[in-house]
Nanobody, 121 residues
Framework: QVQLVESGGGLVQAGGSLRLSCAAS??????MGWFRQAPGSEREFVAA????????YYADPVKGRFTISRDNAKATIDLHMNSLKREDTAVYYC????????????????WGRGTQVTVSS
């Protein structure tokens, strides 16, 4: 059992930056990533990173603006979000799955509880 705890959400102006962090309760070799869910919308994939940190994946709306990183020694992943837009407003969830196909297919083994990100104009 892996518990995931997100932090770093908040209110930021459009064009600003924010960093989200996710701490796992134990070191894991799972692929980890971020999803988000805006009000009235389905949860959607945002970014992912493999356990060896060799591969990263991004959803098209965030490519070039968001960067995912991972520290296996600390069992944490971060999401650096730059040039934030109002449409980035959502609850952001940390996720872990056995491989990238399962994670991107929304077959997630572990979810965090989420952290709110609000981007104002």
């Amino acid at each position: 059992q892996v518990q995931l705890v997100e932090s770093g959400g908040g209110l930021v102006q459009a064009g600003g930056s924010l960093r989200l962090s996710c701490a796992a309760s134990t070191r894991t070799f799972m692929t980890m990533g971020w999803f988000r869910q805006a009000p009235g919308s389905e949860r959607e994939f945002v970014a992912a990173i493999t356990s060896d940190r060799l591969y990263t994946y991004y959803a098209d709306p965030v490519k070039g603006r968001f960067t995912i990183s991972r520290d296996n020694a600390k069992a944490t992943i971060d999401l650096h979000m730059n040039s934030l837009k109002r449409e980035d407003t959502a609850v952001y969830y940390c996720a872990a799955a056995s491989d990238i196909m399962r994670l991107r297919g929304n077959t997630v083994d572990y979810w965090g509880r989420g952290t709110q990100v609000t981007v104002s104009s």
